[in-house]
T-cell receptor, first 113, second 112 residues
């Protein structure tokens, strides 16, 4: 049983570019949440997807957008990259919209130069 | 906005010593979760507490949820080198929100 998988593991982009990160949830999970974790800090909630719709959103600008597919996998898109977007991007899957255990992927380390 | 603070930010102990991290929220939480993140790794779920005053134990780890559901603690008895990592509390505010708000984390270093 595969856990949460994210791709790519590492990525280097230039300021102003756009990036797409991908996440496959744990088998049986239907909810995907995305987090941004800067070095030395706790994960910050970006948004959550359930039934292919964005259900909750944190304090992130519209440059951050996402999508959930019918198979529950998800993408995180970031436009007009800034140096400050450099971080570890974590995907977490869970079952349903209730407050249950979240399973995190290994993350994508994004570096913006 | 809602803030979840943890103290201390960093703790260095000798192997065998006890360790405690405290978590405090500015608002009441519906429940609280604890995660461990090893250096270079990702957060791994440890436990969830739901009831006011709840205490749960996992081997050498003891978790407590405050009576007012605004604070929590994690205590590790007789630390081992395998306990090294950052411990995060994370809470749900309740109601219609499903946003999991992470604390600032406590980095534990264990010297053999």
């Amino acid at each position: 049983d595969a856990g949460v998988t994210q791709s790519p593991t590492h990525l280097i982009k230039t300021r102003g570019q756009q990036v797409t990160l991908r996440c496959s949830p744990k088998s049986g999970h239907d909810t995907v949440s995305w987090y941004q974790q800067a070095l030395g800090q706790g994960p910050q909630f970006i948004f959550q997807y359930y039934e292919e719709e964005e259900r909750q959103r944190g304090n992130f600008p519209d440059r951050f957008s996402g999508h959930q597919f019918p198979n529950y996998s998800s993408e995180l898109n970031v436009n007009a990259l800034l140096l400050g977007d450099s971080a570890l991007y974590l995907c977490a899957s869970s079952l349903g919209r209730t407050n249950t255990e979240a399973f995190f992927g290994q993350g994508t380390r994004l570096t913006v130069v | 906005g809602q803030q979840v603070m943890q103290i201390p930010q960093y703790q260095h102990v000798q192997e065998g010593e006890d360790f405690t991290t405290y978590c405090n929220s500015s608002t009441t939480l519906s429940n609280i979760q604890w995660y461990k993140q090893r250096p270079g790794g990702h957060p791994v779920f440890l436990i969830q507490l739901v009831k006011s005053g709840e205490v749960k134990k996992q081997k050498r780890l003891t978790f407590q949820f405050g009576e007012a559901k605004k604070n929590s603690s994690l205590h590790i008895t007789a630390t081992q080198t395998t306990d090294v990592g950052t411990y995060f509390c994370a809470g749900f505010r309740g109601g219609a929100t499903n946003k999991l708000i992470f604390g600032t984390g406590t980095l534990l270093a264990v010297q053999p």
